[in-house]
């Protein structure tokens, strides 16, 4: 090998490793926007920061799109035993949930929301009680969560039950919470039973709007950090045949 053959080599070498250095560049944009998109789509796991950074009317769009999420099947990739292990130490919710027990209304599904994400309380027609309450002030005002939402749901057992006046066990005194948003609802005076469709759904949303009335009148700590802008305060319907929440309050 001639010193020429040798230059045409280095040339040739040069050449072709700036074609791949081209091709690696190409290809490594191509896996960045590649992992861009998949980030885009992967889910945060809270943190004392992020929290820190999530204002009331924030963390009511995270929910409206997260069950934006839910409907069209899009859900963010969760790996859950790391959100397990990133929350071990820790949590930081951004919500607090009060939903009913229904099977077909689990709060973290239906927001699409993982490990750390929203407190949830759930009791049989979504209603507030001292310990409910209690709990929803540990959710704010110790560990940080900006937003409570109530979440009635439409074909509820329980409004029906109230609306019935079922009396069974323990549930009789878990209905009578339900009883005041029943006896609220105006008209209907030819069925006030749960035979009567639209009457029970106007007593479910009846009960979501007085749960969240009561919130603020039976708890002065919420309602200081409602009126001081520290937590939103939502109302909302669960929709069991088609997965969409509409938000009412
Ligand atoms: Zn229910």
Redesign the pocket.
Known sequence: MNKNTLDIDRRNFIKKAGGTLIAAAAGSSLALSTMRAHAAQSAVTQTKQTQAAITPQAALQMLKEGNARFVQGNMLKRDLMQQVKATGGGQFPFAAIVG???SR?SNELIFDQGIGDIFSARI???FVNDDILGSLEFACAAAGAKLIVVLG?TE????EGACDDVVLGNLTQTLANIKPAVAAVSGYDSDRTSKNNQFVQAAADKNVALTVERIRERSPILRGMADKGQIGLAGAMYDVHTGKVKFTA
């Open positions: 009913c027990i229904d209304a049989a027609g979504n749901h509820c057992g329980a409004i």
